[in-house]
């Protein structure tokens, strides 16, 4: 089977300093350094800021670009308590709505919430009743898929509340920069995950703070990784998702985009894809 890679949409001018300067033409300009860079699909970073005409276009021009529409974060996490349900449940229709306008295959969402024992049962029931409101407005073939963080304990819960929220069409996605600045790590949350991986964020550091890095660029073993979500039975795109808003440096859409490609495909080479 042919091995797909993906990178999300990069704002092209520079820092993101603002959701809102991500407009149209700047949107366009990110599908466009995707694709020259060699990339097979895209996952949408910035697309709440647009209209459903707006939408519309960029949907339009990745498919001229033979680019797959694989991802969509929503950035509103999943609710952490029950006085969060109804604002989180506005968000939702507004995140199903775009990406059924995107024809995305998922959409990528944090949990809110920590791990106090006293809280942790009410943690559980507003994530699962947000996961399965978003699963159900998405539709059967879309799957919502639900990030790690760093915290091991705190995949542990994770992994049990999807496994348990009563949705088909559910999973989680990696991201390994997350999993690689607690006591997770990154070969362990895959392993932890096996099946339930539905798509992945990958992007590098140095295990101090979250970079979003291009693959290749920090310390993160991408050999190893690859070669876990192999063996969890992973075939979806193994999407990149690098910062155009990064910490201790400044972005560069373009070299980024490109390096991240370049060191992905070598390490897949390496892990024998």
Not at 32 to 37: F, L, R, T, V
Not at 233 to 257: H, L, N, Q
């Amino acid at each position: 089977m042919e091995i797909k890679i993906g990178c999300n949409t990069l704002y092209a001018a520079g820092r993101l300093s603002s959701e809102d300067a991500f407009t149209l033409p700047h949107q366009l300009r990110a599908l466009e350094i995707i694709a020259e860079s060699g990339f097979d699909a895209v996952e949408y970073s910035h697309a709440a800021v647009l209209t459903l005409e707006e939408l519309a276009q960029v949907a339009e021009r990745t498919r001229a670009l033979g680019l797959i529409p694989w991802s969509v974060h929503a950035w509103t996490p999943l609710a952490a308590d029950d006085a969060r349900i109804e604002t989180t449940l506005e968000a939702v229709r507004s995140a199903a709505e775009i990406a059924r306008a995107l024809g995305t295959r998922v959409v990528v969402v944090h949990s809110a919430g920590g791990m106090d024992p006293a809280r942790l049962e009410e943690r559980k029931r507003a994530n699962q009743a947000t996961l399965r409101a978003l699963a159900e407005q998405v539709g059967p073939e879309t799957v919502v898929a639900v990030e790690n963080m760093r915290s091991l304990a705190d995949w542990e819960f994770l992994l049990n509340m999807v496994a348990t929220c009563g949705a088909a069409n559910v999973g989680v996605n990696i991201d390994t920069g997350h999993a690689n600045l607690g006591d997770l790590g990154v070969v362990r949350a895959i392993e932890m995950a096996g099946a339930a991986i539905r798509t992945t964020h990958l992007q590098d550091n140095f295990g101090e703070r979250d970079d979003h890095l291009p693959p290749g660029l920090g310390q993160i073993d991408f050999v190893a990784a690859l070669a876990a979500f192999r063996k969890a039975g992973y075939t979806g795109v193994y999407m990149v998702e690098i910062s155009d808003c990064p910490p201790g440096r400044e972005p560069d859409a373009v070299a980024d985009t490109q390096a991240a490609a370049r060191n992905l495909r070598s390490f897949l080479a390496q892990a024998g894809f």
